[in-house]
């Protein structure tokens, strides 16, 4: 798990056919669509603004350094050129994998590589229709259907899979989505995907390859919390132990290309959250959704700009971090790596900052954007309490802060502990 937890921000893309239809990629399942009401996306789906090695420079320059990429979502359209298929991008206007120049431009920029596959597959002949299927309420294609056979459709799962982890390279992350036995009408989970499997077979064709938690088996190497902030470390279900996890966030509440979508986040909201994920052992997972010409829309590249201005100054109080056994201040975050530890101040205080517990650990204190001194204040306890600092406890450091916060989103002050 070093990488993986050294890197903490990466990107994710969910990017297909939907992204023509630009209302979300679960438009197909939400507007109960046909294969023939959604064909039209395919048959016109010709992505000619598609530059991975931009893509790539940009995640780069907003501080990540890995990618998740949906190979396949839940309406069975490919990126790559799957032999067990013909709805795949190869048969489109644009006539050719978008998979393999992804990950060759990722690659060589320096990004390790996460494979996103859906267990799911509204297109295919053999996928009983189930709570989550376009035709859900169709009882004459229900009828039609019923002798859909989903072993015949896992061998097709496992057949990709193994495509997938075999002609392009070193994998480093398989990212399954998702598995939801019990909840319903033709409900599958880990026995219909033959997941424990599913897992052997990836873990024979990639040695090392980290497995997220979704194929219905447990915890998995890491957890993948989505659209939450989880409220502490996260632990595995049924033994209380932490694992490590990925908090899966959208820029506006929708993972596909969705054109009258406004609900946008901040950058200053989305570096506090990366800060809190971090602050709590975690990594954040961060989707861009690619509009149906193949490129990100300048909502996207500037969010990301403003990730990246922030991350130029303050790389190390993530990279390679992680949670501190200190209790910062309220509205307050630490991350640390070794003996340097990272205050994340969300609400500028009115002229101190008070650390418990590290009046005679901490050297030296500087604002990591610009490297200047931060000074501490002696607290002298005899002093009258109407006038002077009073009440703190025992080997509190306090910190003299400027009335104006810096300029920057959410500043950050590197402490240097001497033990």
Not at 8 to 22: C, E, K, P, Q
Not at 60 to 83: E, P, Q
Not at 199 to 219: F, T, W
Request: proline share 6%.
């Amino acid at each position: 798990m070093s990488w993986l937890t050294e890197a903490r921000f990466g990107l994710f893309v969910h990017w297909g056919i939907y992204a023509a239809a630009a209302r979300h990629e679960w438009v197909k399942s939400y507007e109960q669509l046909t294969d023939a009401d959604y064909q039209p996306y395919f048959d016109h789906f010709s992505p000619d603004l598609y530059d991975p090695e931009r893509w790539a420079e940009d995640a780069w320059n907003a501080g990540m350094r890995y990618l998740v990429i949906t190979t396949k979502h839940h309406d069975g359209f490919c990126l790559w050129d799957s032999k067990l298929t013909d709805y795949s991008a190869p048969n489109t206007p644009w006539g050719k994998d978008l998979l393999a120049p992804m990950v060759e431009a990722f690659r060589e920029r320096g990004f390790k590589i996460g494979l996103y596959h859906s267990l799911l597959d509204w297109h295919h002949p053999e996928f009983p229709v189930d709570l989550y299927h376009p035709q859900r309420k169709d009882v004459d294609f229900i009828d039609r259907t019923a002798d859909r056979d989903v072993s015949k459709y896992a061998d097709y799962l496992h057949g990709q899979v193994r495509e997938l982890l075999t002609e392009y390279g070193k994998i480093d992350v398989m990212w399954f989505d998702f598995s939801y036995a019990d909840r319903g009408f033709n409900a599958k989970g880990p026995d219909e995907w033959r997941s424990a499997e599913l897992l052997q077979m990836v873990r024979e064709l990639q040695p090392g390859i980290l497995v997220n938690n979704r194929l219905g088996l447990g915890s998995g190497d890491f957890t993948t919390p989505e659209q939450v902030q989880p409220p502490g470390s996260e632990v595995a279900a049924g033994n209380g132990t932490q694992v490590p996890w990925e908090a899966c966030h959208t820029l506006n509440g929708s993972w596909g290309y969705h054109r009258d979508n406004h609900d946008w986040k901040s950058p200053a909201l989305l570096i506090r959250m990366l800060v809190d994920a971090v602050s709590k052992g975690g990594n954040m997972l961060l989707n861009v959704g690619p509009n149906g010409r193949g490129a990100w829309e300048s909502r996207a590249t500037k969010v990301l700009e403003g990730i990246g201005d922030w991350m130029r100054l303050h790389e190390r109080s993530i990279r390679g971090c992680g949670p501190s056994t200190y209790v910062p201040p309220a509205d307050c975050r630490y991350t640390q790596n070794g003996r340097r530890l990272y205050l994340h101040i969300f609400a500028w205080p009115m002229g101190h900052l008070h650390l418990p517990g590290l009046g005679d650990k901490v050297s030296y204190a500087q604002f990591l954007h610009d490297a200047s001194e931060v000074r501490r204040v002696t607290v002298d306890p005899s002093a009258p309490g109407h006038t002077h600092l009073a009440g703190l406890p025992d080997n509190t450091l306090t910190l003299k802060l400027p009335n104006r916060a810096p300029a920057v989103d959410t500043c950050v002050i590197e402490l240097f502990l001497d033990k």
